[in-house]
């Protein structure tokens, strides 16, 4: 199942997925916010949105054993759980 | 005292050519490896990378940069990064990248300097997306207002949200409901062609729409 989030921010998850959205803002003026996200077990393929364009470093993904900064592109995560 | 030496030496080597199943089994302990978690980088629509900053739970930090590089990060935060090419990602991803929702579609629209009514050719625009949004089951619109640099900041944001609000009135009085409409004013925080302040530029005063 997929989700386009306000900055235009595409998350797609595959089967069995826990995904946590811990924060998210987005000033639809200015761009300016921040994400965070968690990825307990599953896959998500991602493509980012407006958010790191505007205020780099604002956006991460984690899983328990790394942590991404995202500046502006299209990725796969995966996590097998704890 | 040589029957001593000779025995000294059977002994040795019997010792030495002991086979292997007399030996005591050594106990080892069978640790189930847990996954690692995997990231892999993908190309956009023009076939290049962003970038993603990866930092472990050991500390260790990578930059993925290219178009399918992948890394492996295990429990203990070791990392491993390699290509893995299209391939591979299909063959592992293929199902998920598949069910990514499809790019949206995107028109524009300009108007004329300081107003919000649509300028003449962008009539025609409008009325190809409501055919759009009428070919389409559960479309849902967003609407971004922009200006160009005449005028303070404060006002464009301003100005900038009007156009959108009037493009939303045009599309609702279409009949297409309100509430799967977003509208917001970026002011002239992004102009399609950069100038310098105070300029008019024509191809700055525009709405974007974009369908999905």
Known sequence: ?82 | MLPAIVFAVVAAFALMYQPELSKPVPEVEVVAVAPPDRVVLLPDGNGQAGVVILRSSSGAERRLDTAYLGAEVARDGAVSVGPQGPAAVQARYGELLSARPAAPLSYMVYFPPGGNALTPDSIAVLAELKAELARRAVPEVEVIGHTDRVGRVEANDELSRRRAEAVKTLLVAAGFPGDQIQTSGRGEREPLVPTADEVAEPRNRRVEISVR
């Open chain 1, 1 to 82: 199942m997929g989700i386009t989030l306000r900055d235009s921010t595409s998350l797609t998850a595959g089967a069995n997925t826990v995904l946590t959205l811990d924060r998210y803002e987005f000033n639809s003026t200015t761009h300016a916010g921040a994400m965070q996200a968690s990825l307990q077990k599953g896959s998500l393929a991602v493509i980012s949105g407006k958010l790191p364009k505007a205020s780099p470093d604002s956006v991460r993904f984690q899983t328990s054993s790394v942590t991404l900064g995202v500046r502006g592109t299209s990725f796969i995560i995966e996590s097998a759980g704890e």
